[in-house]
């Protein structure tokens, strides 16, 4: 368990990350990891309220379904993913480049294609707004998936990126998406909003001076 800010921890779950967010004795989990990750999450968090899913990855959403069961939580995720989610079937997959093709081999080793369904009580669409955080502002990063979605709390100059963005070694895009040209531009929005810290899918969070990192890197991508 890492403390990202007073409010914020992420979780590492056999390699895939998930986040909770704590308004006093209400728990909002960003992610859910791969399936199994869901006795990890309730030994964490026993009372979740909220489930944010950033996309519908199977290393995403793969414990919603265990979860929603335990905890009676709400799921909400993208418009264009929820569908998908809902019926527990796999999204078209990603346009790779071609180094990419064996890190994936090797990262979803062992991962279904598809994680049990889930009803999502909510689509959400670009410029909603959910009920933590002094207020959750939603944005439509679609490239990665067309459903993709970061979170943004402006009260407290918090991002999470989900998989649009990466930090594995080094601050870079992320990787395996359906459209890169789509990916670059949405990292480049997320890259205009002042934030001291960002948090990833995968790598480590930046806890200060986030947003002028964030620029560094989106300066330099072409599609």
């Known amino acids: 368990m890492v403390t990202v800010t007073d409010n914020l921890t992420m979780l590492v779950i056999d390699g895939w990350q998930v986040y909770l967010w704590r308004d006093g004795d209400s728990v909002t989990l960003i992610d859910t990891g791969a399936p199994g990750s869901a ?3 309730l030994q964490a968090a026993p009372r979740i309220d909220r489930i944010v899913l950033t996309h519908g990855h199977v290393d995403h959403i793969g414990s919603a379904a265990a979860l929603r069961e335990h905890t009676g ?15 527990g079937a796999a999204l078209a997959p990603p346009v790779f480049e071609d180094w990419e093709v064996p890190i994936h081999q090797r990262v979803a080793a062992g991962l279904p294609d598809a994680a049990d369904p889930v009803p999502v009580d909510r689509e959400l669409h670009d410029g909603d707004v ?7 502002e939603v944005l439509a990063i679609p490239g990665h998936t067309g459903g993709s979605i ?13 998989d649009t963005i990466a930090n594995v070694g080094t601050l870079m895009l992320g990787t395996f998406n ?10 480049q929005r997320l890259a205009q909003l002042d934030v001291e810290t960002a948090c990833f899918g995968h790598g480590e969070p930046i806890t200060s001076g986030a947003g002028a990192r964030l620029r ?3 300066a330099t991508l072409t599609p």
Do not use: C, K, N
């Open 39 to 41: 006795p990890a999450i």
């Open 150 to 162: 970061a979170i943004h709390l402006p009260e407290h100059r918090v991002l999470l990126t989900g």
């Open 73 to 87: 939580a709400e799921v909400v995720a993208g418009e264009a993913d929820a569908p998908a989610i809902r019926a």
């Open 178 to 187: 359906q459209d890169r040209a789509r990916t670059i531009a949405s990292f």
């Open 216 to 218: 560094e890197v989106a």
């Open 130 to 136: 959910l009920d933590f955080g002094g207020g959750a």
